[in-house]
């Protein structure tokens, strides 16, 4: 049966607002990269898990209170929710222009050579400096993969049961979720180039 007058523009403007608010795939997209369940995240946001489950399948449309939640637990923007481009402009990076995070100690420096905090690359990228009797033990849940390349210095690490040191040029590649730590044991800064997937910077104040 074909749908009255009336019922026309009524089923157009919920098919226009389905379209306007779908953003569930990309909270599902942001929550898998955070290597987070529905049940954690939910948990985080201080929601239920079906509830954002609903969110996650627009079946629920989001309140404003709940995308502040999901910014704050993703460390993102609005915008970041909303939009993902399809292509990151490629733009050189100039010293001056790198974030910097540092520990709470101010013994590790992390320079991000991608845009880890407003933009969305699939790997994070930096510079990581360790001055002299820096040390930490890292609490990364995260199942991903880390890649550690000494740039000048020497720097030990333990990953599981092994302990190795890096001097300049040489390379290590672990899983993150195997238990791993790093020391500097000499007189000068350590510095090793990072990468790591999926990018999480803003466990560098919490996690050392």
Known sequence: MSATKEEQPKKRRRGRRKQETRIGARIRELRKRHDLTLEEL???????????????????????????????????????????????????????????????????????????????????????????????????????????????GKLEIEVGADRYTLTEGDAIHFQTVIPHSYFNSSNEDAKVLICATPPAPELFERRY
Request: glycine share 6%; charged share 30%.
């Open 42 to 152: 939910a948990e985080e946001m201080g929601c239920s898990a079906s509830y954002l489950s609903r969110l996650e399948r627009d079946v629920s449309a989001p309140t404003q209170s709940r995308l502040a939640a999901l910014c704050r637990v993703f460390k993102c923007d609005i915008r970041t929710l909303w939009h993902r481009p399809e292509t990151i402009p490629a733009e050189p990076l100039k010293p001056g222009d790198r974030k910097i995070v540092f520990s709470s100690d101010r013994k590790r420096k992390l320079e991000l050579l991608t845009d880890c905090v407003t933009g969305n690359p699939r790997i994070e990228v930096g510079i990581l400096t360790v001055e002299p009797r820096g040390q930490a033990t890292p609490r990364d849940s995260r199942n991903g993969e880390m890649l550690l390349l000494a740039l000048s």
